[in-house]
Each structure stands twice: as C-alpha cells, then as structure tokens.
C-alpha cells in the first residue's frame, strides 16, 4: 500500500499529496517533514516549487496523534506561462455612425449622425499599441513551458501627404497633417479634403458637415442640411426643406429648399427655393424662387423675386398672374461686411493719427517748456529745424491722407449705381427697382435694358436701341 501518492494536474503546473497515516510506520514522527520533502524530491518536485506551509501543516498533524484519515493538500505549483497581449488600434477619433446626438435636454437630434468627422491639424487620430512578448512559465519538475507572444494588428497605410506616423516604444502615434475628415478603409488611413457621398443625404446619412469639395450622386431628402467650405455638387434632387451651404453650389435635378452660396450657384430648375449667393446665380428655370446675388442670369423666369447688385439678365419672363416677377437692383447683400471693413481700417487710422498727433504735441510742449518767452514767429523757425518734429508731421499729414482715402472709398462704393436689368422678353405687370425707383411694366417688351439716370434719379428703359424714360 502506497502511503505517499502524488497527484498532479495535466500540465503539471499543480500537484497535490495524499499521506497516509501508515507513513509513520516507516519514519518517525519527528523525521515526517524531512521523509515527504526527500519523497518529492525522487519524484522529480523542485525543492522551489515544493509549499513549506503544507509540509509544517503535515507535521503538526502527526504530532497531535489525531491523524486517522489520508492527508490531502495541495503540494507544490509551478509558475504558469504569461502570454503576450495582442496589439490594438485605439481610434481617438470616432469613425462611427452614431445614432444621432444628443442635446442637452435630452432629446436626441438624429440628423446629427457624425457621416463624416471633421479633424484639425495636429490631431492624435489613431494609437497602434505594440504587442507585447510572452513569459514562459515553469512545471514544478523545472520543464520550461512555452509562451504565446502577442499578435501585431494588421498593416496600415497612411497617406503621407495628410498622415504623421510618431514611431514609440510602446505605441506608433497617427496625426493629421491638415484640416479634413477621417477616412479609415481596408488598412488605409488619410485625412481627405474632397468628400463624394454615393447614396441621398437623408436618414441613413444625416446631416453632411464638411471642409471641402462634397458631391452628392444622389438627393438631398427634405429637412437635411449639406454644409462645407467648399464647393458642393448636387447630381439628383433638393427637396423641399433641405439646406444647402458652400463656396459654389451646383444642382443637376430639380432644386427646392434653401441655398446659401459664398460666390456662384448653378441649376438647372430651381422651384420654390431660396438662393443668397455671393456672386453669380445661373439658372435654367427659375419658378417661385427667391433670388439675392451679385449677378443673376436665367432662361425662364415665372413669379420670381430677384435682387441682385449688379446684373440682371433674363431670356423670358413668363406672365404671372396675380404674382408678377420683381427684378431689383440695389447694393449687395453683403455690403454691410464691406462697410465694416472700411470702418474698422478708418478706426485703426484714426487711432494712429491721434498718436502721431499727440507725439507733436508733446514736442511742442517741450519747446515751450525749455523757452517759455518765445514768439511765435521762433517757435515756427524752431521747430521747422527740428528733424524729429518735422518728421513727426509728417506722419501726421499722411495718416490725415490715409483717413480722406479710406473715407472716399466708402462713399464711392455706396454711391455705385451702375447695375441693369436685361430682359429679352419682358411681359406686363413685371415690377422694376433700381436704387429704390421702382416701375411697374405697363405692356410687353422685347430686347429692353433698364438702367438709372444719376441725374434725373429715374429708371431708363432702352428697348431695341431706344430710350424710353418713365
């Protein structure tokens, strides 16, 4: 009969001890310790991996001669192997498609879907952590067991153009190089400026907030909002309700909703739609629409409202009945930024020419100080001869110059009244306004160019080469 048995686990990493009591048959109570550590030993158990706290547990046991039943407990443990951790990608950036964003009341706006994610120069946008290796561990007969090392997460490819990689010890850093949206596709990683949406703008889609060039293949749905720095090409429709913001606006469908353009919007049938464009409006056909721009030029026009700065040129306005199409020439919507510029350079210059004119002053109170018998007549002789004086003035008289040129612009730029209308087939009822004169068109008319006289302050109609003055 056995009266040490060892039992260990399948990898060999644990062991337990069954003693029997018959053991003290063959060793005394006071050599118990020594007989199981020797016993383990010829087993092939390091003396490393061998739990003392088991052996003085046995021994105490023997000692208080209650021992009856086999003696069970764990013995011994090798060191288990430590695998390496697999490398991650951590984004820093959200690349998702939320479901929508909420406000903070609470409500949800799922417009606001985040299809594109808008990054600065310098953003962190993307960690690669390092694997790391692994630790081979040990079975208590001393037989090393392999470890698995960590996992590299698969290749990327950054653009080098728009992708900064920062190698490091423990991770590689990827940061923007310029202003764009992340795109992150197949392993490929780049901050792009041009956007092409393949499908409609709607639901599935949100909202569209970007930096530069966006070209819809498909519709802008009603109550949606396409919106960037750069130009925007529509290639189906604009419903009813959505909204349109960029640098140039082109519209291949039918155009609805509203439009806000920084220089020139195009179309081919505008319906019910409000357009703001900094230059130039060109549309086909224009139908209920609200038009405010630098230049308008349009083939069919049907109860339109146009206000433009400079030009107005219509192929054919189609008659209206109870809703005449206005034309209106007067200064550009966004005359008031101009005016502001104006008037923030002629403070900066009033504000110069006080110093310059204070620093005169100073001079002079000087000179008076130092000769306060003086006479006039030296007073001019002496400060003509004095080089910093002088120089002084004359930074004075060129501020005053400055002031009397930014003044004169402002006041030409307000005093433009050159723009015209042009209409090659004019029907009656069609409402003209230049400048605040206004005319109501009292019959059909063909190939007629209005314009205003800035001495009679009256509207002049020339059709087919002749004047006609109302």
Not at 375 to 400: C, G, I, Q
């Amino acid at each position: 009969m056995e009266t040490l048995i060892l039992h260990c686990a399948e990898d060999n990493l644990r062991a337990t001890i069954e003693v029997s009591p018959a053991i003290l048959e063959l060793a005394p109570v006071s050599a118990l310790r020594d007989t199981v550590m020797t016993r383990l030993k010829e087993l092939g158990v390091q003396e490393r991996f061998i739990w003392h706290e088991t052996l003085d547990t046995l021994q105490e046991l023997a000692e208080s001669r209650l021992w009856t039943t086999p003696f069970h407990e764990t013995i011994a443990a090798g060191i288990p192997p430590q695998n390496g951790i697999d490398g991650q990608v951590v984004f820093h950036v959200d690349v998702n498609l939320k479901v929508g964003e909420e406000h903070r009341s609470g409500k949800i706006d799922y417009k606001e879907r985040g299809y594109v994610q808008i990054v600065e120069a310098g953003t962190l946008l993307l960690e690669v952590i390092h694997p790391t290796k692994g630790e081979s561990g040990v079975t208590i007969f001393g037989e090393e067991i392999p470890a698995e090392h960590g996992v590299e997460v698969a290749p990327l490819f950054p653009d080098g153009r728009s992708v900064a990689v920062e190698p490091g010890q423990k991770s590689t850093l990827y940061r923007a190089k310029r202003k764009g949206w992340l795109q992150s596709k197949k392993g490929t990683l780049s901050v792009e400026i041009a956007l092409t949406v393949e499908q409609d703008v709607g639901i599935e889609t949100g909202n569209i907030r970007s930096v530069g060039s966006v070209t819809v293949k498909g519709s802008i749905r009603g109550g949606f909002t396409v919106e960037t720095t750069g130009d925007v090409d529509i290639q189906g429709d604009v419903e009813a309700g959505a909204v349109i913001h960029g640098k140039n606006v082109s519209v291949s469908g039918v155009c609805h909703g509203q439009v806000f353009v920084m220089n020139n919007f195009t179309a081919t049938i505008a319906e019910y739609t409000t357009i703001v464009a900094g230059n130039l409006v060109a549309i086909s056909t224009a139908f209920q629409c609200e038009i405010t721009c630098a230049a308008a030029v349009i083939d069919n026009l049907k109860a339109c409202f146009v206000r433009a700065s400079n030009l107005i040129q219509i192929e054919i306005i189609q008659p209206s009945t109870g809703n005449p199409s206005t034309l209106i020439i007067m200064p550009h919507v966004f005359t008031h930024r101009t005016i502001n510029m104006y008037n923030v350079a002629l403070a900066a210059a009033r504000f110069d020419n006080e110093i310059v004119k204070r620093r005169c002053r100073a001079i002079e109170s000087e000179f008076y100080n130092r000769h306060p018998h003086v006479s006039k007549e030296e007073f001019l002789v002496a400060m003509e001869n004095d080089p910093h004086y002088s120089e002084t003035r004359k930074a004075a008289e060129m501020e005053d110059l400055h002031i009397h040129t930014l003044r004169k612009k402002t006041l030409t730029f307000l005093e433009q009244k050159q723009g015209k209308i042009r209409v090659s087939a004019l029907v009656r009822d069609t409402i003209i306004n230049l400048y605040g004169q206004s005319r109501v068109i009292g019959s059909d008319l063909a190939n007629v160019v209005f314009s205003l006289d800035p001495e009679t302050k009256r509207i002049v109609g020339v059709v087919n080469g002749e004047a006609d003055t109302a």
